[in-house]
């Protein structure tokens, strides 16, 4: 069988003993779960609610202004197809490394989900049903309540399970970029101990190549090779 290194697919007894050092740590530690688990859990499910929140929100407001729809939806499709996560950087840079540009990051992503559903669900009412409570005299708020928002609410909900999956994911990514606590500093910081403990020279060279790269590019060049070459022996 090929043999697979193991920090791109560890072994069942690896995992499972990572598992019960991580879940049977003390509860605030940082090299436990639950600590990481907290933050990140709570940055999506922040996130989470203010970007569903707003697009649910925004996307009736514009599926029954007309006007405002048509100035705005250019703008939105402009933004929809910007990359949400090249945008992470920015939010670190510009907030931090706390929890504030995860939740920001959380929300972009679930905002538009949530708001192209909601602007769906309303625009696919069924107008027989429309023209008969209006035939009854039916106030707008009462066409609103009684017909409008019940046939939206499954449009709705599809975005909405959509948002909750880019929540998490988000949350995660964003902390990749950048961040102090959450499973994605937990994923970078247990990924980089065990590639340490893999390649120990290879780290070693690497980091003695950062400490002296003012020393030359000759230098810089040999503490490189030195280094291909210490990895290609493992």
Do not use: C
Not at 45 to 58: K, M, Q, T
Not at 159 to 180: P, R
Not at 203 to 212: E, N, W
Not at 222 to 232: F, K, M
């Amino acid at each position: 069988a090929a043999h697979i290194p193991v920090y791109f697919l560890p072994g069942p007894l690896r995992v499972g003993v990572a598992l019960w050092n991580g879940f049977w740590a003390p509860l605030m530690s940082r090299q436990g779960f639950y600590l990481h688990m907290f933050y990140t859990l709570t940055e999506s499910l922040a996130g989470f609610a203010i970007g569903g929140s707003l697009g649910v929100i925004i996307g009736t407001i514009l599926s029954h202004i007309l006007v405002l729809r048509r100035l705005v939806m250019p703008y939105v499709v402009g933004l929809q197809s910007l990359p949400k996560i090249a945008l992470v950087p920015l939010f670190v840079i510009w907030l931090g490394f706390g929890m504030a540009s995860k939740i920001v990051t959380v929300s972009l992503l679930t905002f538009f989900p949530t708001l192209i559903n909601s602007m769906a669900g309303f625009d696919n009412v069924e107008t027989d049903r429309l023209e008969m409570i209006r035939s009854v005299g039916a106030s707008p708020w009462q066409i609103f309540r009684f017909v409008k928002l019940p046939s939206a609410l499954p449009y709705i909900f599809a975005g909405l399970d959509v948002a909750i999956v880019f929540s998490l994911s988000g949350a995660v990514v964003g902390e990749f970029m950048g961040a102090e606590t959450g499973l994605g500093v937990l994923v970078i910081t247990h990924y980089s101990r065990l590639f340490e403990e893999l390649h120990p020279d290879f780290v070693h060279i690497l980091s003695k190549g950062r400490i002296v790269r003012s020393g030359g590019p000759e230098l810089a060049d040999e503490l490189e090779r030195d280094g291909y070459a210490a990895y290609s022996a493992q």
